[in-house]
């Protein structure tokens, strides 16, 4: 096992307070090289120097770290254990370690003031902050505090091998040997490989496209380089006698990157640590660690537009080809080179023991043939164009450059399909401005004029993750990916846009060639929070994106490119011309002065430019000359003089846009303002007439058009018909869209107004009746029907708005000093959307509207209602649920405990009929019994369920169907408990019931599946494995059917199938189901769990396969997977076995 690694303050020894530091200089060292400690030249230890020299305000702090690399006396019978890695592989692996390291470091930071990095690396110790950094490309939005903090690097004969450089060389054995005089350990080096190694690390660094000033010192005077008795491939190494050579020229040191400085040393490698301050390395080192703590203290008048990192792409992490990623990426998962002879073997229980993967039953048990597991692949529909509800504007005017400079960086070489697109030609544009300004319209005349030029367009509203998540899954229906049938898991459906994206192909069927390639466009609209993109955007690929954004920091974040503009308003000219060609009056020579002095005082802003020939209509004026004197009359001031021009923007807007509003056009208005801007469905507009109202709302369907038609007249509003826009333009009739009915589309900002113009009484009861109007319109589901799918049309349509009033209500409710006045009308909504939430795959997003739910009731006056008590005890259950779901097994036992507990006075106090509550009661049995086994206490979990299945004997309404839920989960806990004869017992007989009553297989929901997968582990323990594979191949069939191909369960049952497969030598289909278990758990945290266990599974596999090495790197994997998950478990990595992998997952999983 490695040593833990530390960041150990160097100097001063006492390290100074995180708030009083100017800069932080990490070192890491090399291995066998000098400790910093040592870095010593004439006396005087250069690093303190600098440390003094930069200000005396820097903290010098040293990556301590161990990595063995003397030989150690063996007897002869023994021999290299598995897990004795390589030098260079150990290196790497503490890239980890690092990076943990870093995010102590700066967590402390105050956010206000983080104070910058400044990295110094001898020799492999570059290597380790390569890696680190390589790690930042997966997870970046976990570890970006770190990059905005990394401000530079020196690297000091840190190797680097790039593609079409090579050495003849080992180039780690010689760094090694040169520092080591004695022999090296016999695991230390694998000379054909390490250089690879090294190689693929280079390449992956130079993906990042790092933007930091780097300096790269090389040496050029000759190393003394020790033998080895046991040097194998350099055998005139064999004596003791050293050669002498240059480890690290300047070929092997370039990385290539613009912001890097090549420095030589006339010194060999292990003295390059050693530097004299009068050289001029130390001079660069010392002007760079000045340069970036003077930036750090200088006001930015841009945000983070001048940082060092300005140059990374947004998660855009380029590589050489997609095609070498994927290869790279997936070389444990390819086809072994031949299978190697199984062994008999009897399987009575799940494999306990790496070495147990090596068995095979296809002698002794049977021989069975199943058809393998390949998802299905649809035919594309390409082209694509998805434009949600925007339409051509044919009112767009101008910004001719602005397209122009966007071509220049998105438009694909070539045109779609075009022989010579390069994989990962990845291109990136962010148009960033205030509101108002015309993003967005631009953003949607370059969709319309330029969808020619791409084989598909994705256009997705980016300001929320939730709706972020309905715009992938409408993508992948879109775009052929999926059927719409099959689209109820809406992560398993992003997960394929995203990879789609990443291979854009037009057809599964042809082999890959540049025909085959697609061009795409993705447009995310208003991004204003940038973290929001965290599991959306696309890593790879030959595409675009474009990206509209209030904040200017969106085009300079880590790892974008600097490729964007702010948007500036239009010029005199352009806004007079804008008027011309949206009213013919402007044109008037008598109006000309008029019309100019109009565009002045609105800041030649299009939002607010656009609404003036409606107000002309609106208030019968005749002449500019009267417009402007009621501009004057108003207030309105000139946009642009003094002052935040945003809150200008929203001044003028307010008086020119809702001034002479009817009070009907008004309050229409402000309702609006808390639903979806992209698409309202009018059905929640028009579905409260008649049944209730508020002051001043329409009061008939009359009065409703009529306040429609002022307000869309006003340009305050567009008005659609039922068609997306997408599916007009092609011809399309989808029932599901057509269902929608019609919808309206508003700006942000006329929202910001209408909000920002009520009274906060007034907010607080237009807010309240418009989640009182939604809720008339949205599915409500019963506790006895859930997980019924034929409500998410329905649900997907409202959703959207639904999440803008959850945002609301918490914006509303976040003072704690707020009083919520009646939160069960917004109670029921959320819990509601929450659990539709929850099943469509996102448990643990769908947490936040169970929270909600229960911070209203916290913040509403002291008084208990039935309602009030119902509420929360539905929000408590549905989020202990989505716990269960996310492996909190904790919080899950204390919130059915805490429902238990209070069972006796909870149904007088919800005021429910007694045999709904009873109903409830079984079902919570049922569900402390999943808490009770999630925390390994069988003993509870069984009485539970059993009282589960009492309780619903006892209903008045009993049916045996509704013992589908308790009765598998005792299955279950009897096969934990080895007593089989009673699982399956118990099994059969509740799998007979679904079978009498659904019919053999029935794809009405997953219970069936979940009874198929308790069987096949039952019989496989049992010893009849031809039953056991059997049950779970059936238990895969009928889950694709009801979850889909990427839900977790499907990942569970083919766990299992890998399983058969590598007991049956069928290796290709054995690393077909790793492959599928991979992808699902590695696509969401809270899966890291299963991720841990399957990847254990993966390095059995590679091990019955013969490929030691990479079972080896996959073994180490899964251990420092079960590390984090279980950080109180001090065994070693051979401690472990199978069963301690099983034990991280849920039962039903295992």
Not at 67 to 90: A, C, D, F, G, N
Not at 233 to 261: W, Y
Not at 279 to 304: D, F, G, M, T
Not at 745 to 763: P, W
Request: proline share 5%; charged share 25%.
């Amino acid at each position: 096992m490695a040593n833990a690694a530390t960041l150990r303050p160097l100097y001063p020894p006492v390290p100074l307070p995180i708030n009083e530091r100017q800069a932080s200089i990490v070192v890491i060292q090399g291995v066998g090289t000098l400790k910093p400690d040592d870095w010593v030249h004439d006396s005087k230890k250069w690093l303190q120097e600098l440390a003094v020299d930069c200000g005396g305000r820097v903290q010098l702090l040293a990556y301590d770290y161990t990595i063995p690399i003397s030989s150690e006396k063996r007897k002869s019978s023994e021999r290299r254990k598995p897990s004795e890695t390589t030098v260079l592989q150990q290196v790497i692996a503490r890239g980890d370690g690092l990076l943990e390291c870093l995010q102590t470091l700066v967590s402390r930071n105050d956010e206000s003031q983080k104070h910058p990095v400044f990295f110094i690396c001898h020799s492999l110790g570059g290597v380790i902050w390569k890696k680190a950094v390589c790690i930042l490309k997966e997870r970046f939005f976990e570890h970006r505090h770190i990059l905005e903090v990394t401000k530079g690097v020196l690297f000091l004969g840190t190797p680097h091998v790039p593609d079409g450089v090579g050495s003849e060389k080992n180039l780690v054995e010689r760094i090694l040997r040169s520092a080591q005089k004695k022999g090296l350990r016999e695991s230390a080096l694998r000379p054909a490989q390490d250089n690879d190694l090294l190689a693929k690390l280079s390449r992956d660094f130079e993906s990042t496209g790092l933007d930091v000033p780097i300096l790269s010192c090389y040496e050029t005077r000759p190393s003394e380089i020790y033998g080895n008795v046991f040097a194998r491939v350099l055998t005139r190494l064999a004596t003791r006698t050293p050669s002498r050579a240059i480890i690290v020229p300047m070929k092997l040191c370039k990385i290539g990157f613009p912001a890097e400085k090549l420095i030589e040393r006339d010194c060999a490698h292990h003295e390059l640590c050693r530097v004299p301050p009068a050289e001029p390395l130390y001079h660069a080192v010392c002007s760079s660690v000045k340069e970036i703590i003077a930036n750090a203290q200088a006001p930015e008048e841009e945000p983070r537009g001048g940082s060092a990192l300005a140059g990374l792409e947004l998660l855009t992490l380029r590589s050489q080809s997609l095609q070498g990623a994927v290869g790279r990426g997936n070389r444990l998962l390819q086809p072994p080179d031949a299978n190697p002879s199984p062994q008999n073997s009897s399987l009575r229980t799940p494999m306990d023991s790496r070495e147990a993967a090596k068995g095979s039953a296809t002698e002794a048990s049977f021989e069975i043939v199943y058809p393998p597991f390949d998802p299905v692949k649809k035919d594309l529909t390409l082209p694509c164009f998805t434009m949600g509800a925007y339409q051509k504007n044919p009112k767009f005017f101008g910004r001719g450059e602005i397209l122009q400079t966007i071509d220049e960086v998105l438009l694909p070489d070539g045109g779609p399909g075009a022989e010579g697109m390069e994989y990962n030609n990845l291109k990136f544009f962010a148009l960033c401005g205030l509101g108002g300004v015309g993003k967005t319209q631009i953003a949607v005349e370059y969709a319309y004029s330029r969808r020619d030029r791409f084989d598909a367009v994705f256009w997705v509203a980016a300001d929320d993750k939730n709706i972020l998540t309905q715009e992938f899954a409408h993508i992948a229906v879109s775009l052929g990916l999926v059927d719409q049938d099959a689209a109820q898991d809406l992560q398993d459906c992003c997960h394929q846009v995203k990879g789609w994206l990443s291979n854009p192909v037009r057809s599964h069927d042809t082999v890959q060639q540049p025909s085959n390639e697609a061009s795409w466009l993705l447009i995310f609209d208003n991004v204003d929070k940038v973290e929001v993109l965290e599991d959306f955007w696309p890593s790879t690929g030959i595409g675009s994106v474009l990206l509209t954004s209030r904040d200017g920091a969106a085009k300079s974040q880590p790892f974008t490119t600097k490729e964007g503009i702010d948007l500036e308003p239009f010029t005199k000219t352009e806004a007079v011309g804008f008027i011309e060609a949206l009213d013919s009056r402007a044109s008037q020579a008598t109006q000309a002065e008029f019309v100019g002095e109009i565009v002045d005082r609105l800041g030649h802003f299009p939002l607010l430019v656009d609404q003036i020939p409606g107000i002309m209509d609106r208030e019968r004026l005749f002449s500019y000359e009267d417009l402007l004197r009621l501009l004057k009359e108003n207030g309105v001031e000139k946009v642009g003089k003094g002052g935040s021009q945003s809150a200008q923007i929203f001044s003028a807007f307010t008086n020119i846009g809702l001034g002479g509003l009817s009070a009907a056009s008004l309050s229409l208005l402000e309702m609006l303002s808390f639903l979806d801007p992209d698409r309202v469905p009018v059905r929640i507009l028009t579905e409260p007439l008649g049944k209730f109202t508020i002051s001043d709302f329409p009061a008939t369907f009359l009065d409703y058009c009529k306040a429609r038609a002022q307000l869309v007249m006003s340009s305050l509003i567009n008005h659609n018909t039922n068609e997306r826009e997408d599916e007009k333009q092609e011809g399309k009739k989808k029932q599901e869209e057509n269902e929608v009915g019609e919808q309206i589309r508003l700006h942000r900002i006329v929202q910001d107004v209408a909000r920002g113009h009520m009274t906060k009484t007034r907010y607080l009861d237009m807010l309240e009746f418009t989640i009182r109007a939604v809720s008339l319109v949205w599915p409500f589901g019963e506790l006895v029907d859930r997980f019924n799918s034929a409500r998410y049309t329905d649900c997907k349509t409202y959703f959207p708005s639904v999440t803008r009033l959850k945002i609301a209500l918490e914006e509303t409710y976040r003072p704690e000093t707020e009083v919520c006045r009646n939160p069960d009308i917004s109670a029921k909504l959320l819990n509601d959307a929450g659990w539709y939430w929850f099943e469509r795959g996102n448990p643990q997003e769908a947490k936040e509207y169970f929270r909600l739910t229960e911070l209203l009731y916290a913040r509403a006056a002291d008084m208990k209602t039935p309602e009030r008590t119902y509420m929360l005890r539905r929000a408590n259950l549905n989020h202990a649920t989505a716990s269960m779901e996310t492996n909190d097994p904790e919080d899950c036992l204390a919130r059915y405990r805490r429902w238990l507990d209070d069972s006796e006075s909870s149904q007088l106090e919800s005021g429910l009929e007694e045999g709904k509550y009873r109903y409830e009661v079984a079902c919570i049995y049922n569900e402390a019994g999943v808490a009770y086994a999630m925390n390994n206490m069988i003993d509870e979990a069984i009485e539970h369920f059993n009282k589960s299945v009492s309780l619903f004997q006892e209903l008045d309404d009993y049916d045996e169907t509704m013992l589908n839920w308790p009765v598998p989960n005792l299955g279950f806990m009897y096969w934990m408990q080895k007593n089989y004869d009673e699982a399956e017992r118990v099994l059969l007989g509740i799998l007979e019931v679904h079978e009498r009553e659904y019919g053999v297989d029935d794809t009405r929901s997953f219970k069936t599946g979940k009874m198929m997968y308790a069987l096949g582990n039952v019989y496989t323990s049992m010893g009849s494995l031809e039953q056991g594979f059997a049950f779970h191949i059936r238990c895969l069939k009928q889950y694709r059917a009801t979850l889909g191909d990427k839900h977790h369960r499907v990942g569970d049952v083919s766990h299992r199938l890998a399983d058969h497969y590598i007991r049956l030598g069928n290796f290709p289909e054995a690393e077909k189901m790793i492959k599928l278990c991979l992808d699902i758990f590695s696509s969401r945290p809270y899966y890291k769990n299963e991720l841990a266990r399957t990847t254990y599974k993966q390095e059995q596999m590679l091990r019955a396969m013969g490929k030691e090495e990479q079972a080896e790197e996959r073994h180490q994997e899964a251990f420092r997977l079960y590390r984090e998950l279980v950080p109180g478990d001090g065994r070693t990595i051979d401690e472990l076995s199978e069963a301690d992998y099983d034990d991280l997952v849920i039962f039903w999983s295992r």
